[in-house]
């Protein structure tokens, strides 16, 4: 949080524990004093072929999560489909194909340059919006890579953005990844 009050321009956060939403509540509450500071809320959701995220739930899928359960139940809650990291351990990889997903994760913080190029070129070849995420499991890994949004400070309007493709991807300074 302190980050993001200090940065001059990333106001927005999505927050996506892993097969959790417990870590929500509190960090919206925190960000609740910054009125410039905006959480997506969000999750990612392991399944047996890959972690998914979605953006815009407070809550989990009802079980089972399967590839096709998350993705029906982001399309009825007018959320976002995201296949996590694809080429990256946990990741879909070219499985991704056979879905109908929103979006694909094409510039991951924590994952490695041929990675995200394999995960561009998925999103293009799909013709999906691709978009970045730091994957953040510590303070010090926030940031490290952002999408920037053509949107107002509203998350509807951003999960409308973020399907529409009015989004492009950016490394900070000190990533090495990209
Ligand atoms: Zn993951």
């Known amino acids: 949080m302190e980050k ?35 959480i997506i809320p969000g999750v990612e959701i392991s399944t047996a072929e890959g972690d998914l995220l979605i953006l815009g739930t407070e809550e989990t899928p009802p079980k089972t999560w399967t590839v096709e359960s998350v993705i029906d139940f982001a399309r009825d809650n007018a959320c976002v489909s995201v296949v996590a990291h694809p080429y990256r351990e946990y990741g ?13 994760e094409v510039l991951n913080g924590e994952s490695s340059q041929q990675a995200n190029k394999l995960a561009q070129d998925l999103a293009k070849s799909m013709g999906l ?5 730091s994957d953040a499991h510590a303070p010090s890994e926030v940031l490290t890579v952002y ?22 991807v950016h490394s900070t300074a000190r990533s090495i990844h990209f």
């Open 4 to 38: 993001l009050v200090a940065h001059n321009s990333i106001k927005v956060a999505a927050v996506t524990d892993h097969d959790t939403v417990e870590g929500l509540s509190v960090t919206q509450k925190l960000a609740s004093a910054y009125p410039d500071i905006l």
């Open 92 to 104: 879909m990889g070219d499985l991704a194909r056979n879905y109908k997903v929103d979006a694909i």
């Open 129 to 133: 919006p691709g978009l970045a995420g």
């Open 147 to 168: 999408t920037e949004v053509q949107a107002g400070l509203d998350v509807d309007e951003i999960l409308k953005a973020l399907r529409k493709g009015l989004v492009s």
